[in-house]
């Protein structure tokens, strides 16, 4: 046989060898992740946007499940997002840390826009088109509203608008407004 060929072989059965033992390894020592973590991550809105002192949803929910972080920092959750974490968590509903926002959207005015590219690198979901000294847009559909785009836009640009409810989104007001005084 030639020496080329007892390489092939002898490369080849180490690949299926090193294969097969990393095939094991991964059943076998296969790491769970936190089912309650993967809840409240779930409920969490996914917005990414950091505006509870932590990275993105992911984080927050790891330090609301393993360090006891409080339940009521996620402001485009809001109540709805707080009141479920306490309902999953069997805590007290607390009111919340900052100021509940409705739903925006951010808009670039196209004519102010220099082309900076801040507001594409400050962008957690990547919902900002555009290159550098051109004119930019948002993705309307990625936009989480999160406003973390405004503060390094040195033209202020940017404004964030709220979203319209329509018949898609619309829902009934939550019956304890209309409680009479007794």
């Known amino acids: ?15 299926t060898l090193f294969g097969a033992l990393l095939g094991y390894a991964s059943v076998h020592y296969k790491v769970e992740g936190d089912p309650i973590t993967d809840k409240i991550d779930q409920i969490l ?7 509870c002192g932590y990275p993105g949803c992911r984080p927050y929910a790891e330090a609301i499940s393993n360090e006891g972080a409080a339940i009521n ?15 999953l968590l069997d805590r007290e509903p607390v009111a919340l840390e900052q100021e509940e926002r ?9 004519k102010t826009c220099i082309g ?12 900002i088109l555009g290159a550098a000294k051109l004119m930019h847009t948002v993705i309307a559909t990625e936009c989480t ?5 405004l503060a390094p836009c040195p033209v202020d640009c940017i404004t ?14 939550d019956p304890d407004m209309f409680k009479v005084a007794a």
């Not at 809105?45 to 505006?51: A, D, E, L, R, S």
């Not at 964030?160 to 007001?173: A, F, G, L, Q, V």
Request: proline content about 12%; hydrophobic content about 40%; aromatic content about 2%.
């Open 1 to 15: 046989m030639s020496s080329m060929l007892i390489a092939a072989l002898v490369i080849g059965g180490m690949a």
């Open 45 to 51: 809105p996914q917005t990414q946007c950091g505006q």
């Open 73 to 87: 920092l996620c402001p485009p959750g809001g109540e709805t997002v707080m009141v479920s974490l306490a309902d």
């Open 102 to 110: 409705p739903p925006s959207l951010a808009l670039i005015d196209e």
């Open 116 to 127: 900076c590219t801040l507001c594409i690198q400050a962008c957690p979901v990547d919902a």
């Open 145 to 149: 509203g999160c406003e973390l785009c």
């Open 160 to 173: 964030m608008e709220p979203i319209p409810t329509d018949i898609t989104d619309w829902s009934w007001p």
